[in-house]
């Protein structure tokens, strides 16, 4: 069963999704289109990518997007399910800055 609790973080969960690829930072680099450099630095902890980045990572590997920040939820995406009700949800985007909640608020109107 899950939680909904903050069980971890992004730099864990994006440095599990790394080693479950087999990939090197390089080739996803690559295929995310943002530096090597900035993939080192959220694999470390130094940084954290913006939430439209987080999203498109999220979606590249086809990961939830609240377990992509660490929350107990299933970590299979869903694309059928919206979630701007729901409690995770809410707990995630109450310490986001304005831009990102808009941005995140457009997209999520686009699903309905």
């Known amino acids: 069963m899950f939680t909904g609790e903050k069980v ?10 790394v080693e479950e690829s087999g990939k090197s930072l390089l080739q996803l680099s690559k295929e995310l289109h943002v530096s090597n450099q900035a993939l ?37 995406a869903n694309r059928h399910i919206i979630i701007s009700n ?17 941005t995140v608020m457009k997209i999520f109107e686009k699903t309905e």
Not at 9 to 16: A, G, M, T, V
Not at 47 to 71: E, H, I
Not at 86 to 102: C, L, V, W
């Open 8 to 17: 971890s973080n992004f730099q864990e969960r994006f440095s599990q999704l």
């Open 40 to 76: 080192s630095t959220w694999r470390t902890g130094v940084r954290s990518p913006k939430l439209p980045t987080v999203m498109a990572v999220a979606d590249y590997f086809n990961v939830n997007v609240q377990w992509l920040f660490g929350f107990d939820v299933i970590k299979k």
């Open 86 to 102: 729901s409690d995770i949800f809410r707990k995630i985007i109450m310490g986001m800055e304005h831009d990102d909640y808009e």
